[in-house]
């Protein structure tokens, strides 16, 4: 059984002046939409303009990004308040100025246009409150579970317990995770070593490495 439909795997019947015909009309398409004008748009400048703004020269800010739950510090590039580049932060001790792929593409996430903007129930827009009161009409003998992305936000322990003391169970997990370097942090010649229960990042160090292949 062929994973193409019948007759995709032929070569349609054309001569060389048919195909190159129909090369030079989907070219001709293509250019014509490339020329076609969009929908009008007005350019409105700002009412007051702030003073630390100066169009066309970027701003820099530096913020924490969380990532697997830990905070890691950046640099962002903004124009005219829009942000268009991250880098690391040289005084932040979880980037020292370095930031992986992950981090430096989080500013395409300000732009997708598939981005959460509200709340939404089986792809229909709803509410936060049409949320909390689904989840506090659940039949007994059922429980809401409530998935989250790891965090070390200090203010976000206590409202999970809230949530908790009222019978919701609630799952940590991320896309890209460091559950296994965390679990092996502590991991020393066959044996855990005193440091296994704190809270330390694992880091590489090629100082020591006489060839590295990238």
């Not at 070569?11 to 015909?21: A, K, Q, S, V």
């Not at 001709?28 to 007051?48: F, T």
């Not at 989080?106 to 939404?120: A, H, N």
């Not at 989250?148 to 890209?176: C, F, I, N």
Request: proline share 11%; with cysteine; hydrophobic share 35%.
């Amino acid at each position: 059984m062929s994973e193409f439909p019948e007759g995709a795997e032929t070569p349609p019947p054309l001569t060389r002046r048919e195909l190159l015909l129909l090369l030079g009309a989907n070219a001709a398409l293509a250019g014509a939409a490339g020329c076609s004008r969009g929908k009008p748009e007005n350019i409105v400048p700002y009412v007051r303009q702030p003073p630390e703004v100066t169009p066309g020269v970027p701003s820099l800010y530096a913020t924490t990004m969380a990532l697997g739950g830990h905070g890691i510090g950046m640099i962002v590039e903004s124009h005219e308040g829009r942000p268009t580049k991250a880098e690391g932060n040289p005084l932040h001790p979880a980037s020292l100025g370095a930031l992986g792929p992950l981090e430096q593409a989080s500013v395409l996430s300000m732009y997708d246009p598939t981005r959460g903007r509200e709340v939404t129930r089986e792809g229909a827009p709803s509410t936060w409150r049409a949320l909390l009161d689904e989840a506090a009409a659940t039949p007994p003998g059922q429980r809401v579970h409530l998935l989250l992305e790891p965090t070390s936000a200090p203010h976000v322990a206590p409202l999970v317990d809230r949530l908790r003391r009222k019978g919701m169970v609630v799952h940590y997990d991320a896309p890209v995770s460091r559950a296994a370097a965390w679990a092996g942090r502590g991991w020393r010649s066959g044996g855990w070593s005193s440091h296994a229960t704190t809270s330390r990042r694992p880091r590489s160090s090629w100082r020591s490495t006489p060839t590295s292949l990238r």
